[in-house]
């Protein structure tokens, strides 16, 4: 995508920024490391990330625990190059030059470790395909 920069940044926004973006932030981060900047945030952040993703994490050798959710800001949005969101509606501001991603994924919300695996590889997936897009 020769539209970024040498080092994308992708944002990845849910509403309580508790589970999905949490997870994609986290796979994105331990697969592509330094060669991409990635952010995640919420519409309306809970107050800490969901205890069957940080579980269904672990189980893939990744750590979250000590993430937070964070409110979604303008600034956030325009300093990323793609914007995925994930359930958010029309919260997320949406400005030109942007690339934007809507990825249809169930709400772990609520749910125990196995219904969350499920969502996890789905999103492991599909955060190895984006980086076969954006990194160079």
């Known amino acids: ?37 990635v952010r995640s945030a919420g519409s309306a952040p809970a107050e800490s990330v969901n205890s069957a993703v940080v579980e269904a994490m672990k189980e893939v050798g990744i750590d979250i625990s000590a993430e937070t ?14 914007v995925i969101t994930m359930g958010c509606g029309d919260t997320c501001p949406v400005f030109h030059g942007k690339r934007y991603l809507d990825w249809q994924l169930d709400d772990p919300a609520g749910q125990g470790v196995g219904a969350v695996r499920p969502i996890r590889d789905e999103i492991e997936s599909r955060i190895r395909e984006l980086i076969t897009e954006i990194v160079v």
């Open 1 to 37: 995508m020769s539209t970024l920069s040498p080092r994308p940044s992708v944002l990845f926004v849910c509403v309580h920024n508790a589970g999905r973006s949490q997870m994609a932030a986290a796979f994105l981060t331990h697969l592509a490391g330094e060669k991409v900047e």
């Open 69 to 82: 959710p964070k409110i979604l800001t303008t600034e956030a949005v325009q300093a990323s190059d793609v």
